[in-house]
């Protein structure tokens, strides 16, 4: 297969996973199985970014040989070996194998564009992933100075604060922490207060800040991208909506959703009236979802969306290696 029908392939692959994430947050189904629709959000970001950087290398190859990753790979080798004319050929770039020059400048820039745009996806997620460690040592640094426990609630750190606030500080086993206000003890009753501690240990527990990271890290790379910021507030409404039926598995759901209603109505603190609204929005939409639970999404359908997030992946992996 030339390198043309792989780039052609992959650029489907490609439009297909972004027109599936711009129209994935009007769908209904994911509030129904939030685990499945998480999974398939990630196989929608993984499968774009590949096809998007094997787009851009298939047309700088003439033909895959091996493979665009292989085809890749053997180019640093030549580089290395400083063999450039060998090098020159194996993309295609040089005259001599009669190529026109604008084509050779175009396979360049698409050689250029791959490569640049590989590096800045990585690098995204690292700067991202980064910036958290950083904010979460802060965090922890604060709260030794500024945190006590409480009879309350064990295991828990309390921060003498008056307004009603609880969250989860992900780390490793013996540094994750949650944390709640003394205004959140003084507002919530005994119930409410264990449904909202099973919530955050729901985040602890299953790592729900690294799967929320790669989407954060796009909003904040394209912050004016509609698909990105779409993106990322709709898998963190279906995190919250996940560790809630986690929550639920120790208590009724009225617990929980008095919770929610007390937070809400709390005015925890000031805010911009956009994120306000959207931090209301996705309050609201929670209650609605434990008040007025839909039937789960039925087995058959579950693995559809399994074996569609699989298939998303392994088509670039399998376009890019073979």
Do not use: N
């Not at 929320?212 to 963190?236: D, I, N």
């Not at 434990?290 to 058959?300: F, I, Y």
């Amino acid at each position: 297969m030339t390198g043309i029908e792989d780039a052609a392939l992959l650029a489907v692959v490609a439009i297909g996973s972004a027109l599936g994430a711009s129209a994935l947050p009007r769908a209904s189904w994911p509030r129904r199985c939030p685990a499945a629709a998480i999974l398939l959000w990630q196989a929608l970001g993984l499968a774009s970014g590949l096809a998007a950087v094997g787009t851009l290398l298939g047309l700088a190859l003439p033909a895959s040989q091996g493979g665009l990753v292989l085809s890749v790979l053997r180019a640093a080798g030549l580089l290395r070996d400083g063999e450039l004319f060998d090098l020159a050929r194996l993309f295609g770039l040089s005259q001599a194998d009669g190529a026109p020059l604008v084509l050779v400048a175009v396979r360049l820039t698409c050689l250029a564009a791959g490569l640049v745009l590989l590096a800045s996806l990585c690098w995204v997620l690292l700067a991202a992933s980064v910036a958290a460690l950083q904010a979460r040592r802060r965090q922890r640094a604060l709260l030794t100075l500024l945190a006590h426990g409480d009879p309350k609630v064990p295991g828990a750190l309390v921060v003498d604060y008056p307004s009603a606030a609880a969250y989860c500080l992900p780390g490793l086993r013996s540094g994750s922490r949650i944390v709640v206000s003394v205004g959140a003890l003084e507002l919530l009753g005994r119930g409410e207060l264990a449904a909202v501690l099973a919530h955050e240990r729901a985040h602890l527990r299953e790592r729900h800040d690294l799967v929320l990271l790669p989407f954060t890290a796009l909003r904040r790379a394209f912050p004016k991208s509609a698909t990105c910021t779409g993106a990322q507030r709709a898998v963190a409404l279906l995190i919250e909506m996940l560790a809630d039926d986690r929550a639920l598995r120790g208590g009724p759901a009225r617990e929980l959703v008095s919770a929610l209603v007390r937070f809400g109505t709390a005015g925890i603190c000031p805010a911009p009236a956009g994120a306000l609204a959207a931090a209301e929005g996705e309050v609201a939409a929670r209650v609605t979802r434990l008040l007025q639970p839909s039937r789960p999404l039925p087995a058959v359908a579950v693995m559809a969306v399994c074996l569609a997030a699989a298939l998303l992946v392994a088509a670039p992996v399998t376009l890019l290696i073979v």
